[in-house]
């Protein structure tokens, strides 16, 4: 177990397990701490890959909390600081693959988000789960254009989310999340592509009908709800066949999308 030191006003992981290889996906080298740290989308912070890096180095992640509602018995509240001390984080390393045609292989800091559901009583009525995002145009600049319908919704399948796999993150490399990739809870779906893998998340509603996502709402006809990774389903504007590898230089040549990004 490690003992990780952390900065002033973050959220300390107290215990991190080492990596647990049933979550883990090492075909190929891992993709730098400052890669996966300064090229991101995450549009509350500006467009281009390096502006979430720029402009958020200042947002304020503590306190924060996160509320349980819809199709549950009883809703609940609880803070950041309270859902990393009641579910230790673990080393997954998966892929990221994102829509536009690259990929990471990120050693995410996290646990499955079916723990954090089964907290509450979720009634039979729940088929869906959609997340929120937080609003914060104050913080968030990008928030204060119309890019997309604020604040960011996403959503699974009931049975997506409760996915082993499905993961709550909270951090990278042993460190605590960065602010640019989604600080300080996160939701990742390594079998869909990275859009459909909410960030900063401050509600989590369980539901009786499909959720209409913030990408589905922005342009119907190229995001639909499920967003698995598919090679032989192209984007409406390019394929999906192969990927660029973030870290291995603009001559290197793109590698084959797996189906479901290797995950299936």
């Not at 723990?115 to 914060?136: C, G, H, M, P, Q």
């Not at 409760?162 to 390594?190: C, D, E, S």
Request: charged share 20%; proline share 6%; glycine share 6%.
């Amino acid at each position: 177990i490690k003992s990780i030191g952390l900065g002033v006003g973050s959220i300390s992981l107290s215990s991190i397990p080492f990596l647990n290889n049933a979550y883990s996906q090492n075909k190929t080298k891992l993709t730098s701490y400052e890669d996966i740290t300064t090229y991101n989308n995450y549009y509350e912070f500006g467009t281009s890959k390096s502006d979430p890096y720029r402009n958020s180095k200042e947002f304020i992640t503590k306190p924060w909390s996160v509320t349980i509602e819809g199709e549950v018995e009883n809703s609940v509240t609880i803070s950041a600081e309270e859902i990393i001390s009641l579910f230790p984080s673990e080393e997954r390393i998966y892929k990221l693959r994102c829509v536009e045609g690259w990929s990471m292989v990120i050693p995410w800091m996290g646990f499955s988000l079916s723990k954090l559901l089964n907290k509450v009583s979720i009634k039979n009525t729940a088929k869906f789960v959609e997340f929120e995002s937080v609003y914060d145009p104050e913080q968030m600049k990008g928030q204060r254009y119309p890019v997309l319908n604020w604040p960011y919704r996403e959503g699974l399948r009931i049975d997506e989310a409760m996915h082993p796999i499905t993961t709550v993150v909270t951090g990278v490399y042993g460190k605590t999340l960065p602010n640019q990739n989604g600080a300080p809870l996160r939701i990742f779906v390594p079998w869909k592509y990275g859009f459909k893998s909410a960030k900063a998340i401050v509600k989590i509603k369980l539901v009786e009908n499909m959720p209409t996502s913030s990408w589905m709402r922005s342009s119907p006809r190229e995001y639909g709800f499920y967003s698995n990774v598919n090679p032989n389903v192209s984007h409406p504007r390019w394929s999906q066949a192969t990927e660029r590898v973030i870290g291995e230089g603009i001559l290197a040549p793109r590698i084959e999308t797996e189906m479901f990004n290797g995950y299936g």
